[in-house]
């Protein structure tokens, strides 16, 4: 059974992404890039919401074929196409590259498919994330701080009647500066 775990890249000053989705204040180099492939490799499935599944699904299904790919964009797009994706949208009417859509996060059909899941599943998004949170669902957080105070936009944690205690599993500093602050639930508290 795998763990559900929010991650995210988020600005020091806590966005995920500025006024108008901007996110081209965040430090995307080789060396992040292949510490993603290698975690996401591993992953049992993507969990996203409709914003974020087409956000990828415009980009990762050809981008191995621009011949200005790095290695590691061109190997990342192998990964995506290949990953089971559990998308979480009202409007979409599918969802393709090995896409299950869904219409509403049931915790118990959540739950289940932790159960039935091999590796963990990562949830990504601003309000697919804050579901998660408020439901209690999120086991794990990695969030990859950049190097960079953005001043508005979307924050990757909602204002809400969620607490948890943290336990640090892991801390990495890239040479870009990024910071990742891996943590896991203690199971002290309720909530988040």
């Known amino acids: 059974m795998g763990k559900i775990v929010l991650m995210m890249s988020v600005s020091l000053d806590g966005y995920m992404e500025g006024p108008d989705h901007d996110i081209s204040w965040s430090r995307a180099d080789e060396e992040l890039a292949r510490h993603f492939n290698d975690t996401v490799r591993k992953l049992g499935a993507l969990v996203e919401g409709r914003r974020v599944y087409e956000l990828m699904a ?15 964009t061109a190997e990342f797009a192998g990964i995506w196409r290949d990953i089971p994706k559990i998308v979480y949208s009202r409007t979409l009417e599918k969802a393709d590259w090995n896409a299950t859509l869904f219409r509403e996060v049931v915790p118990e059909e959540v739950r289940a498919l932790k159960e039935r899941t091999e590796g963990d599943l990562w949830v990504g998004g ?7 949170l408020r439901l209690g669902l999120v086991d794990e957080y990695r969030v990859y701080i950049h190097p960079a105070v953005v001043g508005r936009g979307r924050r990757l ?28 639930r203690d199971g002290n508290t309720g909530g988040a």
């Open 126 to 132: 601003a309000e697919l994330g804050g579901e998660f």
């Open 58 to 72: 415009a980009h990762w299904p050809t981008a191995d074929a621009d011949p200005d790919a790095s290695p590691a």
């Open 157 to 184: 944690f909602p204002e809400a009647d969620i607490a948890a205690s943290l336990q640090l599993v892991e801390s990495h500093v890239f040479g870009s500066g990024v910071v990742l602050l891996h943590y896991r």
